[in-house]
């Protein structure tokens, strides 16, 4: 399938009340064409096992929200070694321009134990990066793959080491934060103690923290105390 031919079946596939839905809960998105994430995952796939995947990549230059994301997809699943992997990745990400994009493309990623030190170091090159959904894009991989005890020192070093005022960035971080609460609670309170966070990350973290039901109500009044 070619990036026309993707695009035609994007548009026969148009739900103009999803779309409509879908840009109030992602206001960022552009060119929405309204085609629910199951159906894009299918033509993904369909994509990938037509095996020309790595031409469709080649010869695309996603426009619509919709076209965004599956590219998205099929760079995170698409059976191709790591280092292509990693060099389109760093193609793709100036196309993120919103959190939904960013986010399923993170979540779809299966990473196999033995390359997450490559792609702790890949993202780790990526903090110096200005741009708000590059940096967004960082720590949802983190709390996506990375929420493990061997990795836990580094990531809180990586949270107090990025500084940005981008809103996207901040919600990031604290969604983060809040997710390592609820799998390493002494840890995660040592860190909230004397964390560098923003006011509002920190507070944003123990809000979402909260809300969680996987968090106990006396562990939750013990965090409320950490406070801003």
């Known amino acids: 399938m070619s990036p026309e031919e993707l695009r035609e079946k994007l548009f ?21 064409i309204g085609v629910r994430l199951p159906e894009q995952r299918k033509l993904a796939k369909e994509i990938i096992k037509s095996g ?33 992997r990693l060099d389109h990745i760093i ?7 919103n959190w939904a994009v960013c986010d399923t493309f993170c979540n779809s990623f ?4 033995p390359d997450l030190a490559t792609y702790w170091q890949f993202i780790s090159q ?21 929420i493990q005890a061997d990795y836990l020192n580094r990531i809180f070093q990586l949270l107090d080491s990025i500084q940005s ?18 799998k390493f609670p002494r840890e995660t309170l040592d860190y909230l103690s004397h964390d560098q966070l923003s006011t509002f990350a920190h507070n944003k973290a123990i809000q979402k923290a909260c809300e969680s039901r996987r968090i106990s109500t006396e562990d939750k009044q013990h965090l409320r105390t950490f406070k801003l």
């Open 12 to 32: 026969e596939m148009e739900d103009v009340n999803y779309r409509i839905f879908h840009l109030k809960t992602c206001p960022q998105a552009q060119h929405v």
């Open 91 to 97: 193609w793709f990400l100036p196309f993120i321009n």
């Open 52 to 84: 020309s995947y790595w031409q469709f990549i080649d010869n695309n230059t996603p426009h619509h929200y919709e076209e965004v994301l599956i590219t998205g997809l099929i760079i995170a699943t698409a059976p191709m070694g790591l280092q292509e």
């Open 126 to 146: 990526l903090t110096t990066n200005t741009e708000e959904y590059t940096l967004r894009f960082v720590f949802v991989m983190i709390l996506c793959h990375f």
């Open 165 to 182: 005022e981008k809103y996207y960035v901040e919600m990031a971080k604290a969604w983060l934060v809040a997710e390592l609460f609820t």
């Open 110 to 113: 299966k990473i196999k134990a």
